[in-house]
């Protein structure tokens, strides 16, 4: 761990900023509810409704078309 008195040495003096948030900010910072669970949740839902339009064209002979 650096002391605050030496700064960041890649980006300048110590009155700079540093590109990334440091560890202590990213760590009292947490979300109520896991994102990564959510968005793969989502992501999830939208390729099997992709994959049931494609059924139902496949099965309909293209009378649906949804693209």
């Not at 040495?9 to 990564?36: C, M, Q, R, W």
């Not at 989502?42 to 078309?65: A, H, M, W």
Request: net charge neutral.
């Amino acid at each position: 761990m650096k002391r605050k008195s030496e700064g960041n040495t890649h980006y300048g003096n110590a009155h700079t900023i540093p590109p990334y948030p440091s560890v202590e900010k990213t760590e009292s910072f947490d979300f109520p509810f896991n994102l990564n669970a959510i968005i793969s949740d989502v992501l999830l839902n939208v390729l099997t409704s992709r994959l049931k339009v494609l059924e139902e064209t496949d099965e309909f002979k293209g009378s649906r078309k949804y693209f």
